[in-house]
């Protein structure tokens, strides 16, 4: 850890906006989205070697969501933990493009702290593995979220889908994917935090919502190896948060099933929500879905609609 050679190219990192929970999986599985037009649905990080300490600056279309000291954003903290952990004689500018929303279910604060964490350990020519690297960018995380849960950093970090596995040798693994599908993804506009949302959940489950919970993840996962979707779409539903969250959420009942009606095969709230997804294997019919939500479902300036795949690449410099 005494590696202090630093890179002298301006670095920029993407990190791609993900899906926790996805339904089925609470606080298990997560997936990285990329919509299918090719534009670029996540935060970014630019950083390059400047004088000793660390600079910081925000900007991005929801950087007036954030703390006005920018000391109290966790990349200014992730930027000042590198250069003191590695005893750094240079210095940092970095600066967060903020393009996700803050509160939106769609892991605002893991992609800020993966890109960040990544372009950290590309300036400073990798001193963490991809492991360790993992593990710090959940601990970072779990300072803004509350608490430690992967199911947004794995993803964002690594692309795909991943369950976590929270061994002592192994955070997550990634799982196939249904190429096939597409994940439409639509933001109202509004924030709920994610602690709140959590508070909405019951402190104990009946065993048997416990057993449905178990049941419908692994078959979930055998359906994925076996590349069987109409079991995976036949399991891919919430039995544990969504119960309890989906009426805090303005319009989610209603656009459930009017999505259904549309010819979606399933739809749930991503992380806590607000956010959406609801899945086809038809572009037509994602492309009507999207439609009807930024009709319908958007109801605040700067809410969004996406048709989506899932983002294999993870983070990675652009």
């Known amino acids: 850890m005494s590696k202090q050679v630093t890179s002298d190219k301006a670095i920029t990192v993407y990190a791609p906006a993900s899906m926790g929970n996805v339904g089925v999986g609470f606080d298990l599985l997560g997936a990285a989205l990329a919509p299918i037009d ?105 300072k803004i979220s509350g608490s430690v849960h992967f199911d947004n950093v794995a993803p964002c970090y690594l692309g795909g889908m991943q369950l976590m596995l929270n061994t002592p040798n192994k955070v997550c693994a990634s799982i196939p994917t249904f190429k096939q599908w597409y994940w439409v993804v639509a933001y109202p506009g509004i924030s709920l935090s994610t602690a709140k949302m959590r508070d909405l959940l019951p402190p104990q489950y009946d065993k048997a919502v416990a057993i449905d919970f178990g049941r419908h993840l692994s078959a979930f996962v055998h359906a994925s190896y076996q590349q069987d979707p109409k079991l995976a779409i036949s399991v891919l539903k919430d039995v544990m948060a969504e119960p309890y969250r989906a009426d805090a959420i303005p319009g989610y009942s209603h656009a459930r099933a009017e999505l259904e009606t549309l010819g979606m095969l399933t739809t749930g709230i991503s992380g806590s929500g607000p956010t959406l997804f609801s899945v086809t294997d038809n572009l037509e019919t994602a492309e009507a879905a999207k439609a009807w939500l930024e009709q319908h479902y958007l109801s605040q300036a700067g ?12 983070t990675r410099r652009v």
Request: glycine content about 12%.
């Open 38 to 142: 090719g534009s670029l649905l996540g935060d970014r990080v630019m950083i390059e070697a400047a004088d000793a300490g660390v600079h910081y600056s925000q900007t991005g279309p929801w950087a007036h969501k954030l703390p006005e000291d920018g000391k109290q954003n966790i990349v200014y903290q992730c930027a000042v933990f590198f250069v003191e952990k590695l005893n750094a004689k240079q210095g940092v500018a970095i600066c967060l493009e903020k393009n996700l929303p803050v509160g939106s279910g769609l892991g605002s604060s893991a992609s800020s702290v993966v890109a960040a964490l990544y372009a950290l350990n590309e300036h400073f020519e990798q001193p963490f593995d991809e492991q360790a690297l993992l593990l710090l960018m959940g601990e970072f995380e779990g």
């Open 303 to 314: 809410g969004f609609a996406h048709v989506c795949q899932l983002d294999e690449q993870g």
